[in-house]
């Protein structure tokens, strides 16, 4: 690991300053920052350790919808029972995502700040290309072992998965980013790597997440986070959904759906072609099935990967049939 | 090379003067300028659990977290989880009681990890202590018995 100096910081105002400056990096929770130094992809000069702010963690649930602010740890806001009872999508999304110990270290801010794990990326010595690294140095994905990759919103740039949970469950459910005065869509938040994969997120420097609010709907209420994976626990999505669900008072019809994808995507990744077909049919397995295979229309395998295309819409149905209470 | 950081750290309920570069992590401070050997240094990128310590009675994994970040926290490693000469804690004695491990190396991360698990409440159910013990891996394949040890500590603590 790269030596750097290391400031904590006593206020937001006092991080703003020093995280502008050129090789400077926030610290929160340090999963992937430290853990990206020792792989010698973060090669910080600067270090600006935000967590001993106080304030920045809260965790409010009210009519409006939820507020978590950018410090709250992953394990508290997964087991609120708040947050359990309107935001199960929420919830679910967090503890299936890392480890108990890692939950416990890494921030809500944080969280959506996370990098790729794809396996070059993470590996400069042996693999010096890479766009995200250094833009304009290639790819070594395409053409290498792309099981991990990413089908949707690649680019002849990157094909690299964007990794989270928590931030699909958010894309589902129209939740807003905090960067101080400034808030942002999270759609809008997360940046798709065209011919610049070296910026990921809206995030201007200097600029800090806050918080990140999520509105409240009856669809984030009747919701569930359903990840796939080669392990059981402790493991990135194959394919992952978040899917919400309200139906109108006749118990049958689809008022209003949400799906946002995991695992298979460049940036979080909403289905909204899924969606839009949904809405106003009767709530039904065959439906369902159909209108899952639309999300995959612009899908392009890189060869290890086709299997994802394959995947996504079998999650996708699953999900939307789990919180339809038909499967 | 950066000055380094004079630190005051908070270990096992004792208070200890460190003098590390920014870099080093909680788990180098604790092993090698404290010499607390118990947390171990098994894959030291966060994926194994070895070194799993409390912060602030949080189980936290002390190779991803820098020494300067807890500064002004209370760190808890296998060694503080009893007085000194006390009797086992109760899930070193159910660990010991089921043979929950073989070569013993992930064993204090496993121990520190099923204190915090039982303290959450996430220790309901074979499953339930399967999803929330997996941040620590056995390559012995011991999980078996840890399963068991840390369904009978449960059941001690709650008694």
Redesign the interface.
Known sequence: MKDFSYTRVASLDEARVLAAHAGAMLLAGGTTLVDLAKCGVAMPDEVVDITHLDGLDAIKVDRDGAYLGALAKMSHVADDARIRKEFPAVSEALWQAASAQLRNMATIGGNLMQRTRCAYFRDPASFPACNKRHPGSGCAALGGVTRNHAVLGTSSYCIATNPGDLAVALTAFDAVIHLGERRIAVDDFFLLPGATPHQEHAVEPGEIITAVTIPASAAAKRSTYLKVRDRQSYEFAASSAAVGLELEADGKTIRDVRVALGGVATKPWRAREVEAHLKGKTLAAETVKRASLLAMESAVAQGDNHYKIDLAPRVITRAILKVGGIA | ??KP?KLKLEVNGKTHEVAV???V?LLDALREHLHLTGSKKGC???QC?AC?VHVDG????S????A??V??RKVTTVEGLTRDGGDLHPVQAAFLAHDAFQCGYCTPGQIM?AV??IK?G?AGSDAEI???????LCRCGAYPHIVAAVRQAKEAMAS
């Open positions: 090379m950066t950081l570069e920014p870099r992590t030291d990128q966060g659990g799993t949080e189980r936290v994994l190779c991803l977290t820098l300067a970040q500064e002004g990890s915090a698990c959450e996430h399967r999803e929330y013990m997996s941040g620590n």
